[in-house]
C-alpha cells in the first residue's frame, strides 16, 4: 500500500540552524501536506501542497514537491526551540479517495 | 470555527473488557471524519473513516469497528479488548471533497493491561 516514508527518522540541530526533512511516497497523488505533533498531543496541519505546484512557502516553512521522483521536502529556517517536534507527511491515494495516508515521521530536536 | 472533541484523554482498561471512544465535532456539516492509531514513536495508522452517516471504511481487519450514529459523530468500539489494541487514537475531520487538510483531535491515550 502507498505510504510516506520521512527521513531522517530523527534530527539535532542548534537554535538558528536550517531544518531540513525529506518524504517519498509510491503512487500518484493530488496532494501532499506536512503536520507537526507535538508530544502527546494531536496532530497540526502546517502546509499542503498540491501535485501541480512545485514549491510553497508559509512563513519559515519551504515546501517542495517532485512529483517525478515522488518525493518532497520541507525547511524550517532559523529553527527554534519550540519547532522541536515531529512531522509528518500525509499524501492522499489520487482522484477520488477520501483518505490519506501518513509517514513514519521525522523526530526534530532544537537545541537553545 | 469549527472544534472537535475526542474524550477521554487516557483509559487504562483490562484485557477482554469493552471499549468506546467518542469524537464529535463542532461548526461544520457532512464531514469526512477518520480514526487513527498511533504506536509509541510511530506513524498514524488509519483504521477507520467516513464520508456520511452509517458510511464506514475499514482499512484494517482488527478487533475494532466504528459508527457514525449522527453527522457530527464518530465512534470507535471494541466488545474486547486486546493487549495490542494499546495506543494513542486520534480522531481527525476534514472538509467533504479532496484537497483538504485534517484537523485533528487531542488524541485518546489507552493502556490495555
Redesign the interface.
Known amino acids: 500500500s502507498q505510504q510516506g516514508e520521512e527521513d531522517p527518522q530523527a534530527l539535532s540541530i542548534q537554535e538558528g540552524e536550517n531544518a531540513t526533512m525529506n518524504c517519498s511516497y509510491k503512487t500518484s497523488i493530488?496532494?501532499l501536506?506536512w503536520?507537526r505533533q507535538n508530544s502527546?498531543?494531536?496532530?497540526?496541519?502546517l502546509i499542503?501542497i498540491?501535485s501541480n505546484e512545485r514549491e510553497k512557502h508559509s512563513g519559515r516553512l519551504r515546501v517542495t514537491l517532485d512529483t517525478s521522483k515522488k518525493s518532497s521536502s520541507l525547511l524550517i529556517t532559523a529553527s527554534r526551540a519550540a519547532d522541536t517536534a515531529s512531522y509528518?507527511c500525509?499524501t492522499?491515494a489520487g482522484?477520488?479517495?477520501?483518505?490519506?495516508?501518513?509517514?513514519?515521521?521525522t523526530?526534530l530536536k532544537v537545541l537553545a | 470555527s469549527q472544534t472537535i472533541h475526542?474524550w477521554p484523554a487516557t483509559l487504562v482498561q483490562p484485557v477482554g473488557s469493552p471499549l468506546s471512544l467518542e469524537c464529535t465535532v463542532e461548526g461544520t456539516s457532512n464531514p469526512?471524519l477518520?480514526w487513527?492509531r498511533q504506536a509509541a514513536?510511530?506513524?498514524?495508522q488509519?483504521l477507520f473513516?467516513s464520508?456520511g452517516i452509517g458510511q464506514i471504511?475499514s482499512?484494517v481487519p482488527q478487533n475494532l469497528s466504528a459508527s457514525r450514529p449522527q453527522d457530527r459523530q464518530f465512534i470507535l468500539s471494541s466488545k474486547k479488548l486486546l493487549l495490542s489494541d494499546s495506543g494513542?487514537y486520534?480522531c481527525?475531520w476534514k472538509v467533504a471533497g479532496?484537497?483538504?487538510?485534517?484537523?485533528?483531535?487531542?488524541?485518546t491515550?489507552l493502556t490495555v493491561t
Open positions: 493530488n496532494n501536506q503536520y502527546g498531543r494531536g496532530l497540526v496541519h499542503l498540491r509528518f500525509a492522499d482522484s477520488g479517495t477520501y483518505k490519506y495516508i501518513f509517514g513514519t515521521g523526530r | 475526542q469526512n477518520y487513527y514513536g510511530r506513524g498514524l488509519l473513516y464520508v471504511s482499512e494513542f486520534l481527525a479532496s484537497s483538504y487538510e485534517q484537523y485533528f483531535g487531542p488524541g491515550r
